[in-house]
Every structure is written in C-alpha cells, then in structure tokens.
C-alpha cells in the first residue's frame, strides 16, 4: 500500500470514527434528557393523583411539563436578574427567606401561566400555593450557596 492510498484509508476512518462519536454522544444526551423527563414527568403524576389534580390525559401532562419549563426559561433568568438589583440596590443580604420569596413567586408565575394556557388541566389556586411554595423550599435546599444566613 503506497502513502496515497494509506492516507485516504486514514481519512476514512477518521471520518468514520468521528461520525460514532457524534452518534454516540447523541445517544447518550438523548438518554439522560429522556431519563430527567421521565423523572419530571413521574414526579409530577404522583403529586398530581397525591393531591387530586385532575388532567384529560398523559398527553396533557406532558405537555403542562414542557410548558412550565418553556415559562420557567423565561422567569428563570429574569428572577435572578431581579434577585441581583435587589440585593444591590435594596442593600439586601440574599437570606434565606429572601430567596424563598423570589423562588416562590417565580414558581407561582410559571404553574399559573402554564395552567392558564392548559384547559385540560384544573389545579385548585389553593394547591397552586402549595405546590409553588414545595417548589420553593426545594429549590432553597439544593441552592448552592454556603454563606447564606439563617432568616
């Protein structure tokens, strides 16, 4: 075999090989996000028939998941936006009950645009409370900040 024909047996592979990484990448990524929406999509069924929230189907469900997540990538940013100009202009230290307000009212916005939007789903506004503030104090307790003081 002369250096041309090696070369181009090279490139092929080369190709080859990066095309399974590609494809084995994708796989893997296309698994995990299965796999976190399964676990939203689980999660959210328990608490749904634990709190006697009525929706028409699993389609439904799976979409009110993707909306919130769709409002929560707009409220997300912006809450932290609002946290920061508080915090600065406000001479506020982020404690902890600061942080469960803003994560409470940011849930609040996202569950009731989401079910706004979704006739097919009736959560009482009473549980939509509930839920934000369970939401709330989760996100409080997987926040990674260690130096925020007790409220």
Do not use: W
């Amino acid at each position: 075999m002369n250096q041309k024909e090696q070369n181009e047996h090279s490139k092929d592979f080369n190709l080859r090989s990066k095309l399974i990484g590609i494809v084995s990448i994708t796989f893997i990524a296309a698994i995990a996000l299965a796999v976190i929406f399964g676990g939203f999509f689980f999660g959210m069924k328990g608490l749904f028939s634990i709190l006697g929230i009525t929706y028409a189907s699993n389609q439904t469900l799976a979409l009110f998941i993707l909306a919130c997540f769709a409002v929560g990538l707009i409220i997300d940013p912006l809450t932290k936006i609002i946290s920061i100009i508080l915090a600065k202009s406000l001479s506020l230290k982020k404690t902890a009950l600061f942080a469960f307000i803003l994560y409470f009212i940011s849930n609040l916005i996202t569950i009731c645009f989401a079910d706004y939007f979704m006739q097919s789903i009736y959560i009482p506004d009473v549980l939509l409370v509930v839920i934000s503030a369970f939401m709330a104090i989760i996100e409080l307790a997987f926040d990674n900040q260690p130096n925020r003081e007790a409220a």
